[in-house]
């Protein structure tokens, strides 16, 4: 926009894009604030303020007038599955950030009435029971009574899922057919399914049964994946390491960000891991990826950076709270192999191992090929998630040079974790502030998108306050961080992890022109506000990527929501409600929520005889 006082010069070295009247966090210790900056070729040419910048302003540069918001470097989600996420982005209903399940079945109903006959509607992840004012999972009753014709697929975590009856007709689930190993197929008295699937303790039932729905092909993938990254450009996310996981083949599941590297069309930059899928299969695929790519082959936009967030498959625990801690059998031998082979060839790994009592046995034979000189050669390697990690584990950790990435997963499941292990367990589940006191690198992320929302102001918000969706606070203030520190895990760690803390994670010249002008300031709003923060002006390699309020218009372009009847094109992605800034507004918000709650307990009554039809003259209507 244009801005008094900076006169464009015609120089040879202008800048490409200008931020000045900003309030700039850099993350940058020798210099934390400043009020300017200047981006060129992608990368940060100074920081300052408006009279250092001034020099750079051409009649090519743009000149963002940040009127005084706060900017942060562009967030780094170190835990996200990206590339799975994009691939199905535009077919999903996102619950993400839906105060109240019966806004969610509204949805439902609606977006049932325009999917094409063949499509399914599904809800995959995102969501918690307890983001609802009801605090209660939909029913299948109620999943047939939105979509009687539709199949309809809800995941509910890493615990379960709900169909209505079309649904079960498409996967052909009958009272003939048997539970999967480690899930369960719930049925009614008359031995038919009713709809609801467990995870017990597997979820794989639950994933197998969302594969068997229809998928985008050709164009449609590309366009997705465009969509998603642009929602999470909306965010204030610049980057991201793909953690890979269960249903995401390599080459085949990479080919759609490949190509759109190859266009230069990406719009975060994303460092991806590779999984082995077939038990039995994993060093087969591990050495005959060796062969094909070598960790850091790519560029700063799509690179890869290792093995992982499984090994092998019976290395894996599952992270399903409602169910105990699983038994893993003697996983070691073949374990040590896959690790063997990975140092041998120099690539370093990250391992998904939500208990301590994992992480132990996994530490045991890390600290075999030590003693044989093998660990780590020099290779990045890390824990993930670790939600009962240990004190004398992570000093073996420490010890052995590794990492540890967490993720607000507890927010999502914080409940089920209390219900089962207590108070104690989950004011510690994971122990953050312990894994830094040992300085251990510790990036932050979401694990998004089958289970917690990929909103990262929401893993944050969680990060410092220690609170769940549902309000509960499970951490005490001394196994939370502050506000610097919890960026720093979703900037610096990230970039760290990556082996990019040279190029990217501050604002400082030489570095990635990587940053988010926010809505909001991160540093100074009500704590319980964090989670409403998003960006109005992303910027990602000096390339304006998403732009709203007073900058709409000057993001890239990218093509419409495909296919039409997509939910996307209809509600968007994360749903976002108003910040509560005052009491007052609190109050009448939650008073909406328990209103119309209220009324779902009388029609339930009716529906049972238990009171008279009609309304109350108790209720008003304006809060329907």
Same mark, same amino acid.
């Given at each position: 926009?244009?801005?008094?006082?900076?006169?464009?010069?015609?120089?040879?070295?202008?800048?490409?894009?200008?931020?000045?009247?900003?309030?700039?966090?850099?993350?940058?210790?020798?210099?934390?604030?400043?009020?300017?900056?200047?981006?060129?070729?992608?990368?940060?040419?100074?920081?300052?303020?408006?009279?250092?910048?001034?020099?750079?302003?051409?009649?090519?540069?743009?000149?963002?007038?940040?009127?005084?918001?706060?900017?942060?470097?562009?967030?780094?989600?170190?835990?996200?599955?990206?590339?799975?996420?994009?691939?199905?982005?535009?077919?999903?209903?996102?619950?993400?950030?839906?105060?109240?399940?019966?806004?969610?079945?509204?949805?439902?109903?609606?977006?049932?009435?325009?999917?094409?006959?063949?499509?399914?509607?599904?809800?995959?992840?995102?969501?918690?029971?307890?983001?609802?004012?009801?605090?209660?999972?939909?029913?299948?009753?109620?999943?047939?009574?939105?979509?009687?014709?539709?199949?309809?697929?809800?995941?509910?975590?890493?615990?379960?899922?709900?169909?209505?009856?079309?649904?079960?007709?498409?996967?052909?689930?009958?009272?003939?057919?048997?539970?999967?190993?480690?899930?369960?197929?719930?049925?009614?008295?008359?031995?038919?399914?009713?709809?609801?699937?467990?995870?017990?303790?597997?979820?794989?039932?639950?994933?197998?049964?969302?594969?068997?729905?229809?998928?985008?092909?050709?164009?449609?993938?590309?366009?997705?994946?465009?969509?998603?990254?642009?929602?999470?450009?909306?965010?204030?996310?610049?980057?991201?390491?793909?953690?890979?996981?269960?249903?995401?083949?390599?080459?085949?599941?990479?080919?759609?960000?490949?190509?759109?590297?190859?266009?230069?069309?990406?719009?975060?930059?994303?460092?991806?891991?590779?999984?082995?899928?077939?038990?039995?299969?994993?060093?087969?695929?591990?050495?005959?990826?060796?062969?094909?790519?070598?960790?850091?082959?790519?560029?700063?936009?799509?690179?890869?950076?290792?093995?992982?967030?499984?090994?092998?498959?019976?290395?894996?625990?599952?992270?399903?709270?409602?169910?105990?801690?699983?038994?893993?059998?003697?996983?070691?031998?073949?374990?040590?192999?896959?690790?063997?082979?990975?140092?041998?060839?120099?690539?370093?790994?990250?391992?998904?191992?939500?208990?301590?009592?994992?992480?132990?046995?996994? /530490?045991?034979?890390?600290?075999? *090929?030590?003693?044989?000189? #093998?660990? =780590?050669?020099? $290779? %990045?390697?890390?824990?993930?998630? +670790?939600?009962?990690?240990?004190?004398?584990?992570?000093?073996?950790?420490?010890?052995?040079?590794?990492?540890?990435?967490?993720?607000?997963?507890?927010?999502?499941?914080?409940?089920?974790?209390?219900?089962?292990?207590?108070?104690?367990?989950?004011?510690?589940?994971?122990?953050?502030?312990?894994?830094?006191?040992?300085?251990?690198?510790?990036?932050?992320?979401?694990?998004?998108?089958?289970?917690?929302?990929?909103?990262?102001?929401?893993?944050?918000?969680? /990060?410092?306050?220690?609170?769940? *969706?549902?309000?509960?606070? #499970?951490? =005490?203030?001394? $196994? %939370?961080?502050?506000?610097?520190? +919890?960026?720093?895990?979703?900037?610096?760690?990230?970039?760290?992890?990556?082996?990019?803390?040279?190029?990217?994670?501050?604002?400082?010249?030489?570095?990635?022109?990587?940053?988010?002008?926010?809505?909001?300031?991160?540093?100074?709003?009500?704590?319980?506000?964090?989670?409403?923060?998003?960006?109005?002006?992303?910027?990602?390699?000096?390339?304006?990527?998403?732009?709203?309020?007073?900058?709409?218009?000057?993001?890239?372009?990218?093509?419409?929501?495909?296919?039409?009847?997509?939910?996307?094109?209809?509600?968007?992605?994360?749903?976002?409600?108003?910040?509560?800034?005052?009491?007052?507004?609190?109050?009448?918000?939650?008073?909406?929520?328990?209103?119309?709650?209220?009324?779902?307990?009388?029609?339930?009554?009716?529906?049972?005889?238990?009171?008279?039809?009609?309304?109350?003259?108790?209720?008003?209507?304006?809060?329907?």
């Amino acid at each position: 926009m244009p801005v008094g006082g900076l006169v464009p010069r015609a120089t040879e070295d202008a800048a490409d894009v200008v931020v000045r009247n900003a309030k700039i966090y850099t993350g940058d210790q020798s210099r934390p604030h400043a009020g300017a900056l200047a981006i060129r070729d992608g990368r940060v040419l100074t920081v300052g303020d408006d009279a250092d910048v001034a020099p750079f302003v051409g009649p090519a540069t743009t000149v963002i007038d940040a009127v005084g918001r706060r900017v942060v470097p562009g967030l780094n989600d170190a835990h996200l599955h990206v590339i799975r996420g994009g691939l199905n982005y535009v077919l999903e209903l996102r619950w993400d950030g839906v105060t109240s399940l019966r806004q969610a079945l509204a949805m439902l109903r609606e977006q049932a009435a325009r999917t094409p006959k063949g499509q399914w509607v599904r809800v995959v992840g995102g969501w918690s029971a307890e983001q609802f004012a009801e605090r209660r999972l939909p029913t299948p009753a109620e999943l047939n009574a939105a979509a009687p014709d539709t199949p309809v697929f809800v995941l509910h975590l890493y615990q379960s899922a709900i169909l209505n009856r079309a649904a079960l007709k498409a996967v052909g689930y009958t009272r003939d057919t048997p539970d999967p190993k480690g899930g369960q197929i719930v049925r009614g008295r008359n031995g038919e399914p009713n709809g609801m699937l467990l995870a017990a303790p597997s979820a794989l039932i639950l994933y197998s049964t969302l594969a068997k729905a229809p998928t985008l092909e050709g164009e449609d993938m590309k366009t997705s994946t465009l969509h998603f990254l642009r929602e999470l450009n909306r965010f204030g996310l610049t980057s991201a390491i793909d953690a890979a996981g269960g249903f995401q083949n390599f080459p085949d599941n990479y080919r759609t960000v490949t190509e759109l590297a190859g266009e230069g069309r990406l719009s975060l930059r994303i460092a991806y891991h590779l999984f082995p899928q077939t038990a039995g299969q994993e060093l087969d695929d591990l050495a005959r990826w060796i062969e094909m790519v070598r960790p850091e082959d790519g560029d700063e936009w799509l690179r890869l950076n290792g093995a992982g967030e499984n090994l092998t498959w019976a290395a894996a625990d599952f992270e399903n709270f409602a169910e105990p801690r699983p038994e893993l059998a003697g996983y070691e031998p073949e374990f040590e192999k896959a690790v063997r082979l990975l140092l041998e060839h120099g690539w370093g790994f990250r391992l998904h191992a939500t208990y301590d009592e994992t992480i132990r046995r996994d /530490l045991a034979v890390f600290e075999k *090929l030590a003693a044989e000189g #093998l660990f =780590p050669a020099g $290779n %990045r390697w890390l824990f993930d998630h +670790a939600e009962t990690v240990s004190r004398d584990s992570l000093d073996r950790i420490a010890a052995l040079g590794g990492a540890m990435s967490v993720q607000n997963r507890m927010s999502f499941q914080g409940e089920a974790f209390t219900r089962r292990y207590g108070l104690g367990a989950a004011a510690e589940a994971p122990p953050v502030r312990a894994m830094l006191e040992r300085g251990l690198t510790v990036g932050a992320g979401t694990d998004a998108t089958r289970v917690s929302s990929y909103n990262p102001w929401v893993a944050l918000h969680w /990060l410092i306050s220690g609170r769940t *969706l549902g309000g509960h606070v #499970l951490r =005490p203030p001394q $196994n %939370r961080v502050d506000r610097e520190t +919890a960026l720093a895990m979703y900037t610096r760690a990230g970039a760290a992890l990556t082996g990019e803390e040279d190029v990217k994670g501050i604002l400082r010249a030489g570095y990635y022109g990587d940053l988010a002008v926010l809505s909001d300031d991160y540093f100074t709003v009500p704590e319980q506000d964090i989670v409403h923060i998003e960006s109005v002006l992303t910027v990602v390699g000096g390339r304006i990527v998403h732009a709203e309020a007073e900058y709409e218009g000057m993001a890239e372009e990218i093509p419409a929501v495909s296919p039409g009847w997509s939910p996307v094109a209809h509600f968007g992605g994360y749903q976002a409600a108003g910040a509560p800034h005052s009491t007052g507004a609190r109050q009448a918000e939650l008073l909406g929520q328990a209103v119309a709650e209220s009324e779902h307990h009388r029609q339930w009554r009716v529906r049972r005889g238990l009171a008279p039809e009609g309304g109350t003259e108790l209720f008003d209507p304006c809060f329907l």
